[in-house]
């Protein structure tokens, strides 16, 4: 690991405007992806501004009905919230099937958003990868593929990003609130990360400085019956083949309405707005639910080794959205 | 380069001088000589470095020791108070929850914060939604919250009914 | 006929001596032993996989405070014998695998010492290199012999005749892939090297073995090289000398009187500490119309590394199992830019068995035989491989009582049609087989230590085996003694000779030595000795070896679910009945069985190292991508034991048993996913992407 200077700030202010003036530095929250891409060189910032303790370690009320979770919130505490369970399971369950319970109690809220890709490739200083150096190639394209994209993918990189949470936050149309050099703003959760295009080493839209400070989830609407469904070769403690958070809101038998987001398919988490769309006045039985999810796998764009990901997603969709509309 | 830092673990106060990319793993054992938590991995990825920080099981090798000065740490030496093991140690012998020992410190350590973390109404993947208050520690359920500790002896057939019989004993933290 | 000890410990279920040190932390593995001012080496690690250096670049990390040296092939000591080539470190500028060391920096911290080593710049006259083992390699030899010193082909009767004109067929083709031992302590050494001695702590299954290596690697006398190995954390066939330790020792020499510690990366575990090599296995079975096998061949195509041969004894349990009389065997090797491969458990029978065991589950349900039944009508009378009477066999014991404890009576065959909500559900079954092997050379001394109490010196290892307690409950009995009167030491070359815990051999040579010396220190001391009296044996030979073939065997039942929307595999139960002999403490037994078992588990299900062919290295070198079972994949285990008494294996009637866990595991796995869901996975591991549909 390269040396680094080590920098607490006081205040949100203060650690903005360090980092601001620190091209190569970043924040620091609970650690365990940078200082995991740290030991490795993947990642070698040459200032840590800690920010653990800066930010709220809240999940606060709002007075729509929906909730405002601070950024230092840790991903155990996030799951085990009682409003989280009851009102946006999806999030809970969600949060649950990611990592270990170690990592979780370090893991936060803004931390675990801005986690990088798993991909090998990108994970080995010593194999060609567009996103940690640009212009050096795309290893996995021809390589062990896998665990990569079937969606928005692009010549210079098929990488997935890994988090359960963001997956679920997709679902729930969350909204991220950024404090930066330029003050403060809101972003939908849906812009927060990128897709490869051209510029793999940005995973997301985020300005340099810029800092989450809070994730705020609308009010629960139908969300209170949803589920996350994570697909792994392991029974636990494994990054996803395939993950899918839904909600489902069925009346006298139709299906009013729908969020579906697919996780482990796409450099984003993937908003499945097709099969939502084909979902809406739908009777709400198995047929409806597999040409959803048919509707939303047809412009997938499998590599050599991931098609299953095509089989398994539909699958998983169909059973899960079956499930939810009997519950 | 090095920064000064302050560490309680087991019960005794440290102060220390450490590099900037010293992790908390490092700086207890080599810095301080307390080798129960163990460098499987290094990256978070088998749990043996598994520590009680503040109260809650951690990895200690993705902790930077900069970042948490003044920590109160317990490691599997500080479990065993005044000479006694504690009720999960023991359970782990009785029940041959080991075989090489190098996973072991962090099993115990992890099983103790998790069986908190159970007392306290956590949920873990395999809770339903609707559960509320202390989860009962199934099998499944032990299963499910130690997963993020390997043994590649492949002891969990014993880890299992080892936490079991000692979370069944009573409370202990 | 051995005489047989006494059994009056041996036989309890007794808690490990090891326990209090291991469950506080306190139990000192090699890199946990304080020292004054050490050093830290971390390795610089080649990226081309064949080649020359053609210039090494230090000047950075030289330039950074607290780097003491930067090692390479142009600065460093020379060794004394470089015959072996994986000994020959930083020796020449030859690139031999990607990932070979190629320099190391020496630093003050750990922290300085890696960030050094990735400032070392060096360049390569790359050549084109060669990783890839397929079966239609023109390039395929016969190595002289298959380990430890097998034969390469056998061949019985007329397998070509006799297949031909078999009522039923089979002939498919089995692979299972490269993986690693990955024990949770990596390898690690501390090294110091003082006034011309060498002293390591080392993480070893065998500390005599490397230190006599290293001594001739080095040009030393035997007796200035001594190795300290008391806990082990884990081994699996993995831990014995590698580069790893001839560099840290290389180190050592250069740091001039300090200790140099050098634990590898988790990363660095996938790269030249031996791994089971990938196997392609063709299986062909000829059976007349009542089920009897008529031909049997098992044809194995495995890699070596050009550098060193390495030849897994793939096939060797298919000369074993079953009754026939035409066999054929036969095993290739392709020499490739790789590092060597090396024994991970159960090497040979692992990777065959799952041939075998699923080979013989297809062939059942083809000649309409349940598959126990099958095996029982094609149990042999002799061991065809020697010609001669088993010692003892109960494998058709494991199999019936293993189907009354599993439950396997009344079994629909007919696979998936058995649903529980989501979940697919089947049984299977595969047999399991151990060899019982006895490395020579072990010496055990026995002192008197006054009051009933004795000191039991032998360097012997323990790395989870439950050496410890073993040893110690059979020098209890043998010497008349309270366990607890035993202080037995073991993990030092000071202590007398032994050999490398491998093989399942540990007890039988160990356990042979110390009831030898405990003969001998009867003899000469009697019944009440005094303090200081003292006595010191080596296991003579046993002739009964000449006479017996000697094998434990098993059987392993296993119940799997599998979505039937996903393709995830669950194992909620297996249950295995092994025949080995006296167990020596039936709890620590269990252990090796469900740890054996659990591998297996990852065998079949999870474990798998991926090459990249254009780079020639290992792509998933960690724990997140290199998959063991996690606690939530290991499910329930029913073990028990045939109650075998077998006079001729060794003085404790015992067969080794660290093995023969994973044996039979992954077939029974693999049988009964095919039960699940009708789907035969002949390639593994078995992944949800193989099942989904």
């Given at each position: 690991?390269?040396?680094?200077?080590?920098?607490?700030?006081?205040?949100?202010?203060?650690?903005?405007?360090?980092?601001?003036?620190?091209?190569?530095?970043?924040?620091?929250?609970?650690?365990?992806?940078?200082?995991?891409?740290m030991k490795?060189?993947?990642?070698q910032?040459?200032?840590?501004?800690?920010?653990?303790?800066?930010?709220?370690?809240?999940?606060q009320?709002?007075?729509?009905?929906?909730?405002?979770?601070?950024?230092?919130?840790?991903?155990?505490?996030?799951?085990?919230?009682?409003?989280?369970r009851?009102?946006?399971?999806?999030?809970?369950?969600a949060?649950?099937?990611?990592?270990?319970?170690?990592?979780?109690?370090?893991?936060?809220?803004?931390?675990?958003?801005?986690?990088?890709?798993?991909c090998?490739?990108f994970?080995?200083?010593?194999?060609?990868?567009?996103?940690?150096?640009?212009?050096?190639?795309?290893?996995?394209?021809?390589?062990?593929?896998?665990?990569?994209?079937?969606?928005?993918?692009?010549?210079?990189?098929?990488?997935?990003?890994?988090?359960?949470?963001?997956?679920?936050?997709t679902a729930?149309?969350?909204?991220v609130?950024?404090?930066?050099?330029?003050?403060?703003?809101?972003?939908?959760i849906?812009?927060?990360?990128?897709l490869?295009?051209?510029?793999?080493?940005?995973?997301?839209?985020?300005?340099?400085?810029?800092?989450?400070t809070?994730?705020?989830?609308?009010?629960?609407?139908?969300?209170s019956?949803?589920?996350?469904?994570?697909?792994?070769?392991r029974?636990?403690?494994?990054?996803?083949?395939v993950?899918?958070?839904?909600?489902?809101?069925?009346?006298?038998?139709?299906?009013?309405?729908a969020r579906?987001?697919?996780g482990g398919?796409?450099?984003?988490?993937?908003?499945?707005?097709?099969?939502?769309?084909?979902?809406?006045?739908?009777p709400?039985?198995?047929?409806?639910?597999?040409?959803?999810?048919?509707?939303?796998?047809?412009?997938?764009?499998?590599?050599?080794e991931?098609?299953?990901?095509?089989?398994?997603?539909?699958n998983?969709?169909?059973?899960?959205?079956?499930?939810?509309?009997v519950? | 380069?090095g920064?000064?830092?302050t560490?309680?673990?087991?019960?005794?106060?440290?102060r220390?001088?450490?590099?900037?990319?010293?992790?908390l793993?490092?700086?207890l054992?080599e810095?301080?000589?307390?080798?129960?938590?163990?460098?499987?991995?290094?990256?978070?990825?088998c749990?043996a470095?598994?520590?009680?920080?503040?109260?809650?099981?951690?990895?200690?090798?993705?902790?930077?020791?900069?970042?948490?000065?003044?920590?109160?740490?317990?490691?599997?030496?500080?479990?065993?108070?005044?000479?006694e093991?504690h009720?999960?140690?023991?359970?782990?012998?009785?029940?041959?929850?080991?075989?090489?020992?190098?996973?072991?410190?962090?099993?115990?350590?992890?099983?103790?914060?998790?069986v908190?973390?159970?007392?306290?109404?956590?949920?873990?993947?395999?809770?339903?939604?609707?559960?509320?208050?202390?989860?009962?520690?199934?099998?499944?359920?032990?299963?499910?919250?130690?997963s993020?500790n390997?043994?590649?002896?492949?002891?969990?057939?014993?880890?299992?009914?080892?936490?079991?019989?000692?979370?069944?004993a009573?409370?202990?933290? | 006929?051995?005489?047989i000890?006494?059994?009056?410990?041996?036989?309890?279920?007794?808690?490990?001596?090891?326990?209090?040190?291991?469950?506080?932390?306190?139990a000192?593995?090699?890199?946990?032993y304080?020292?004054?001012n050490?050093?830290y080496?971390?390795?610089?690690?080649?990226?081309?996989?064949?080649?020359?250096?053609?210039?090494?670049?230090?000047?950075?990390?030289?330039?950074?405070?607290?780097?003491?040296?930067?090692?390479?092939?142009?600065?460093t000591?020379?060794?004394?014998?470089?015959?072996?080539?994986e000994?020959?470190?930083?020796?020449?500028?030859?690139?031999?695998?990607?990932?070979?060391?190629?320099?190391?920096?020496?630093?003050?911290?750990?922290?300085?010492?890696?960030?050094?080593?990735?400032?070392?710049?060096?360049?390569?006259?790359?050549?084109?290199?060669?990783?890839?083992?397929?079966?239609?390699?023109?390039?395929?030899?016969?190595?002289?012999?298959?380990?430890?010193?097998?034969?390469?082909?056998?061949?019985?009767?007329?397998?070509d005749?006799?297949?031909?004109s078999?009522?039923?067929?089979f002939?498919e083709?089995?692979t299972?892939?490269?993986?690693h031992?990955?024990?949770m302590?990596?390898?690690?050494?501390?090294a110091?090297?003082q006034?011309?001695?060498?002293?390591?702590?080392?993480?070893?299954?065998?500390?005599?073995?490397?230190?006599?290596?290293?001594?001739?690697?080095f040009?030393?006398?035997?007796?200035?090289v001594?190795?300290?190995?008391?806990?082990?954390g884990?081994?699996?066939g993995?831990?014995?000398?590698?580069?790893?330790?001839?560099?840290?020792a290389?180190?050592?020499?250069?740091?001039?009187?300090?200790?140099?510690?050098f634990?590898l990366?988790?990363?660095?575990?996938?790269?030249?500490v031996?791994?089971?090599?990938?196997?392609i296995?063709?299986?062909?079975?000829?059976?007349?119309?009542?089920?009897?096998l008529?031909?049997?061949?098992?044809?194995?195509?495995?890699?070596?590394?050009?550098?060193?041969?390495?030849?897994?004894?793939?096939?060797?349990?298919?000369?074993?199992?079953?009754?026939?009389?035409?066999?054929?065997?036969?095993?290739?090797?392709?020499?490739?830019?790789?590092?060597?491969?090396s024994?991970?458990?159960?090497?040979g029978?692992?990777?065959?068995?799952f041939?075998?065991?699923?080979?013989?589950?297809?062939?059942?349900?083809?000649?309409?035989?349940?598959p126990?039944?099958?095996?029982?009508?094609?149990?042999?009378?002799?061991?065809?491989?020697?010609?001669?009477?088993?010692?003892?066999?109960?494998?058709?014991?494991c199999?019936?009582?293993?189907?009354?404890?599993f439950?396997?009576?009344?079994?629909?065959?007919?696979?998936?049609v058995?649903?529980?909500?989501?979940?697919?559900?089947?049984?299977?079954?595969?047999?399991?087989?151990?060899?019982?092997?006895?490395?020579?050379?072990?010496?055990?001394?026995?002192?008197?230590?006054?009051?009933?109490?004795?000191?039991?010196?032998?360097?012997?290892?323990?790395?989870?085996?439950?050496?410890?307690?073993?040893?110690?409950?059979?020098?209890?009995?043998?010497?008349?003694?309270?366990?607890?009167?035993?202080?037995?030491?073991?993990?030092?070359?000071?202590?007398?000779?032994?050999?490398?815990?491998?093989?399942?051999?540990?007890?039988?040579?160990?356990?042979?030595?110390?009831?030898?010396?405990?003969?001998?220190?009867?003899?000469?001391?009697?019944?009440?000795?005094?303090?200081?009296?003292?006595?010191?044996?080596?296991a003579?030979?046993?002739?009964?070896?000449?006479?017996?073939?000697?094998?434990?065997?098993?059987?392993?039942?296993?119940?799997a679910?599998?979505?039937?929307?996903?393709?995830?595999v669950?194992?909620?139960?297996?249950?295995?009945?092994?025949?080995?002999?006296?167990i020596?403490n039936?709890?620590t037994?269990?252990?090796?069985?469900?740890?054996g078992?659990?591998?297996?588990?990852?065998?079949?299900?999870?474990?798998?190292?991926?090459?990249?062919?254009?780079?020639?290295h290992?792509m998933?070198?960690d724990?997140?991508?290199?998959?063991?079972?996690?606690?939530?994949?290991?499910?329930?285990?029913d073990?028990a034991?045939?109650?075998?008494?077998?006079?001729?294996?060794?003085?404790?009637g015992?067969k080794?048993?660290?093995?023969?866990?994973?044996?039979?595991?992954?077939?029974?796995?693999?049988?009964?996913v095919?039960?699940?869901?009708?789907?035969?996975?002949r390639?593994?591991?078995?992944?949800?992407?193989?099942?989904?549909?």
């Amino acid at each position: 690991m390269k040396t680094f200077r080590y920098d607490r700030a006081g205040d949100i202010s203060g650690a903005i405007a360090t980092l601001a003036k620190e091209r190569t530095g970043v924040f620091l929250a609970g650690g365990t992806n940078l200082v995991d891409l740290m030991k490795l060189g993947v990642m070698q910032p040459d200032v840590l501004v800690d920010v653990r303790r800066l930010t709220s370690t809240e999940i606060q009320d709002l007075p729509d009905g929906g909730l405002r979770i601070g950024a230092a919130v840790t991903n155990s505490e996030l799951a085990a919230d009682r409003r989280v369970r009851s009102r946006y399971p999806v999030l809970s369950q969600a949060v649950l099937a990611g990592a270990s319970g170690q990592l979780r109690n370090l893991a936060t809220t803004g931390g675990n958003l801005l986690q990088r890709t798993r991909c090998v490739y990108f994970y080995d200083t010593t194999t060609p990868c567009n996103k940690r150096e640009p212009d050096t190639g795309c290893s996995a394209l021809e390589g062990f593929n896998f665990g990569h994209a079937i969606f928005g993918a692009s010549r210079h990189c098929v990488a997935t990003h890994p988090s359960d949470m963001a997956v679920a936050m997709t679902a729930l149309d969350a909204v991220v609130r950024i404090q930066g050099p330029g003050g403060e703003r809101e972003l939908p959760i849906t812009e927060l990360h990128r897709l490869p295009g051209h510029e793999p080493q940005r995973d997301t839209t985020l300005e340099h400085a810029e800092l989450i400070t809070a994730v705020d989830l609308p009010p629960p609407g139908f969300a209170s019956n949803s589920r996350y469904r994570k697909v792994r070769e392991r029974a636990s403690y494994a990054f996803a083949l395939v993950s899918v958070a839904a909600a489902l809101h069925v009346r006298d038998d139709v299906v009013r309405d729908a969020r579906i987001a697919l996780g482990g398919v796409a450099h984003k988490p993937w908003r499945a707005r097709r099969a939502e769309d084909a979902l809406r006045g739908q009777p709400a039985v198995e047929e409806s639910f597999r040409a959803a999810a048919q509707a939303e796998l047809e412009d997938a764009a499998p590599l050599r080794e991931n098609a299953y990901k095509v089989t398994l997603a539909g699958n998983v969709m169909t059973r899960m959205l079956l499930d939810l509309s009997v519950s | 380069m090095g920064v000064e830092i302050t560490l309680r673990a087991d019960g005794r106060g440290y102060r220390i001088e450490v590099d900037p990319r010293t992790t908390l793993l490092d700086a207890l054992r080599e810095h301080l000589g307390i080798y129960g938590p163990k460098k499987g991995c290094d990256h978070g990825q088998c749990g043996a470095c598994t520590i009680l920080l503040d109260g809650m099981r951690v990895n200690s090798c993705l902790a930077l020791a900069v970042a948490h000065d003044g920590a109160e740490i317990t490691t599997a030496e500080g479990l065993a108070a005044g000479g006694e093991l504690h009720p999960m140690q023991r359970s782990f012998i009785a029940r041959d929850a080991f075989q090489c020992g190098y996973c072991t410190p962090g099993q115990i350590l992890s099983a103790v914060g998790m069986v908190n973390e159970a007392q306290a109404g956590w949920p873990s993947q395999v809770t339903g939604d609707a559960a509320d208050g202390e989860v009962p520690l199934t099998d499944e359920e032990i299963s499910e919250r130690m997963s993020g500790n390997l043994c590649r002896c492949g002891a969990y057939a014993n880890i299992v009914p080892a936490i079991r019989e000692a979370a069944e004993a009573g409370r202990f933290w | 006929m051995t005489t047989i000890i006494e059994r009056r410990a041996v036989g309890k279920p007794l808690d490990r001596k090891d326990g209090p040190l291991k469950v506080t932390g306190t139990a000192r593995y090699a890199y946990e032993y304080r020292f004054d001012n050490p050093l830290y080496l971390f390795p610089v690690q080649s990226e081309v996989a064949r080649g020359w250096i053609t210039s090494i670049d230090a000047t950075a990390a030289e330039a950074m405070p607290g780097v003491i040296a930067v090692l390479s092939h142009e600065n460093t000591p020379r060794l004394a014998d470089t015959s072996d080539r994986e000994y020959a470190v930083l020796q020449s500028g030859e690139v031999a695998f990607r990932g070979q060391y190629v320099a190391a920096v020496l630093a003050q911290t750990l922290e300085i010492a890696r960030y050094g080593a990735s400032l070392v710049r060096v360049s390569y006259d790359e050549e084109p290199h060669d990783v890839e083992l397929r079966a239609d390699r023109t390039d395929l030899y016969a190595p002289a012999t298959v380990n430890p010193g097998y034969p390469t082909d056998t061949q019985e009767g007329d397998f070509d005749l006799a297949f031909a004109s078999a009522a039923v067929k089979f002939d498919e083709t089995y692979t299972t892939p490269m993986e690693h031992h990955n024990p949770m302590e990596p390898h690690t050494t501390v090294a110091l090297w003082q006034a011309g001695d060498l002293t390591l702590y080392e993480s070893t299954q065998g500390a005599h073995w490397d230190a006599g290596t290293l001594a001739q690697v080095f040009g030393l006398d035997r007796d200035r090289v001594r190795i300290m190995a008391r806990y082990v954390g884990g081994g699996f066939g993995c831990k014995t000398l590698h580069a790893n330790t001839v560099l840290a020792a290389l180190g050592a020499q250069v740091a001039e009187g300090s200790p140099v510690k050098f634990a590898l990366t988790r990363q660095q575990m996938f790269c030249g500490v031996g791994y089971r090599t990938p196997t392609i296995q063709w299986i062909r079975l000829g059976a007349s119309e009542d089920g009897r096998l008529t031909a049997i061949s098992h044809d194995v195509v495995e890699q070596t590394a050009k550098t060193k041969e390495f030849a897994e004894q793939t096939a060797v349990a298919t000369r074993t199992m079953y009754a026939t009389q035409s066999r054929r065997t036969t095993h290739r090797l392709a020499a490739l830019d790789v590092p060597a491969p090396s024994w991970m458990r159960a090497p040979g029978e692992a990777p065959g068995m799952f041939a075998l065991e699923s080979a013989m589950d297809e062939m059942a349900i083809r000649c309409g035989v349940d598959p126990i039944e099958f095996r029982i009508r094609n149990e042999p009378e002799i061991d065809a491989e020697t010609g001669l009477p088993y010692s003892s066999r109960n494998l058709v014991a494991c199999l019936r009582e293993g189907a009354r404890r599993f439950g396997w009576a009344d079994r629909d065959p007919r696979p998936r049609v058995r649903q529980e909500g989501r979940w697919l559900t089947g049984t299977g079954v595969a047999a399991s087989t151990f060899p019982v092997i006895r490395f020579s050379g072990s010496v055990a001394r026995i002192t008197c230590a006054g009051d009933g109490r004795y000191v039991v010196e032998i360097g012997a290892a323990d790395i989870g085996t439950g050496t410890w307690t073993a040893l110690t409950q059979i020098a209890a009995d043998v010497l008349g003694a309270g366990t607890s009167d035993i202080d037995l030491r073991i993990g030092d070359t000071t202590l007398p000779e032994a050999s490398v815990e491998g093989g399942s051999s540990g007890i039988t040579s160990w356990g042979s030595a110390i009831v030898e010396a405990a003969r001998v220190f009867r003899g000469r001391h009697g019944t009440s000795p005094t303090q200081g009296d003292q006595a010191q044996a080596a296991a003579p030979d046993n002739p009964q070896a000449q006479r017996y073939a000697m094998h434990a065997f098993g059987a392993c039942f296993a119940r799997a679910r599998v979505d039937a929307d996903t393709g995830e595999v669950r194992i909620p139960h297996m249950t295995g009945v092994f025949a080995a002999g006296k167990i020596i403490n039936p709890k620590t037994a269990r252990s090796q069985i469900i740890g054996g078992m659990t591998m297996g588990v990852g065998m079949a299900l999870h474990e798998e190292s991926l090459v990249d062919a254009r780079f020639g290295h290992v792509m998933n070198h960690d724990f997140a991508t290199y998959h063991i079972p996690a606690n939530a994949d290991a499910g329930q285990f029913d073990i028990a034991w045939i109650d075998e008494e077998d006079t001729h294996v060794n003085p404790m009637g015992s067969k080794g048993i660290g093995e023969i866990g994973i044996v039979g595991a992954s077939a029974a796995i693999a049988n009964a996913v095919y039960h699940a869901t009708g789907i035969r996975v002949r390639d593994l591991p078995i992944t949800p992407a193989k099942l989904v549909r």
